[in-house]
T-cell receptor, first 108, second 117 residues
Framework: AQRVTQPEKLLSVFKGAPVELKCNYS??????LFWYVQYSRQRLQLLLR??SRESIKGFTADLNKGETSFHLKKPFAQEEDSAMYYC??????????FGTGTRLTVIP | GAGVSQSPRYKVAKRGQDVALRCDPI?????LFWYQQALGQGPEFLTY????????KSGLPSDRFFAERPEGSVSTLKIQRTQQEDSAVYLC???????????????FGPGTRLTVL
């Protein structure tokens, strides 16, 4: 069965510091992985997907199949990065399996 | 253009009442999804439509939950005889993807917060 684990419910970093939000997954097939973000009073929105290999708002995430991880990283955190972040896995079906989320707070 | 919209945004029901939650997807989007998000949890899949066909309802927690999309556009999630454990935010998402094509971005609505007293 598929599973997504985000071990940190809360994460606080100072502005300008590096940030890493952890995500591990369990899936026997070839996964497609995503990071979704929810800013305060806004709806859930896609941040990035591993298949695109792009950097969005300075964030990157590399799929590590050996460690079954898809950690989200940014070298210099900004105050506007404060939000709820969800890692999600899409299998052969179309629906997404989400982790429990990490609330990131960037301290000015 | 307009994104996914949901109504009502908030719903309070007494235990045992029936509720109906509406989702208006992005125009032209083929796929529509319903998710349930309990407090402190990530969204959990409920059901998936491709046009008017309900292709996957494996996530519906009980037979009290029913979803439809009769004309392949607007969808309604109905919960009969609501229970306190049904209290959650119900999210709707749509995407342009068809089955078998590469996955496409799911666009989420603002959600309906259901509170069952």
């Amino acid at each position: 069965a598929q599973r997504v684990t985000q071990p940190e419910k809360l994460l606080s970093v100072f502005k300008g510091a590096p940030v890493e939000l952890k995500c591990n997954y369990s899936y026997s097939g070839s996964p497609e992985l995503f990071w979704y973000v929810q800013y305060s009073r806004q709806r859930l929105q896609l941040l990035l997907r591993h298949i695109s290999r792009e950097s969005i708002k300075g964030f990157t995430a590399d799929l590590n199949k050996g460690e079954t991880s898809f950690h989200l990283k940014k070298p210099f955190a900004q105050e506007e990065d404060s939000a709820m972040y969800y890692c999600a896995l899409q299998t052969g079906a179309n629906n997404l399996f989400f982790g429990t989320g990490t609330r990131l707070t960037v301290i000015p | 253009g307009a994104g996914v919209s949901q109504s009502p945004r908030y719903k309070v029901a007494k235990r045992g009442q029936d509720v109906a939650l509406r989702c208006d997807p992005i125009s032209g989007h083929v796929s529509l999804f319903w998710y349930q998000q309990a407090l402190g949890q990530g969204p959990e899949f409920l059901t998936y439509f491709q046009n008017e066909a309900q292709l996957d309802k494996s996530g519906l927690p009980s037979d009290r939950f029913f979803a439809e999309r009769p004309e392949g556009s607007v969808s309604t999630l109905k919960i009969q005889r609501t229970q306190q454990e049904d209290s959650a935010v119900y999210l709707c998402a749509s995407s342009a993807a068809r089955g078998g094509r590469p996955t496409d971005t799911q666009y989420f609505g603002p959600g309906t917060r259901l509170t069952v007293l």
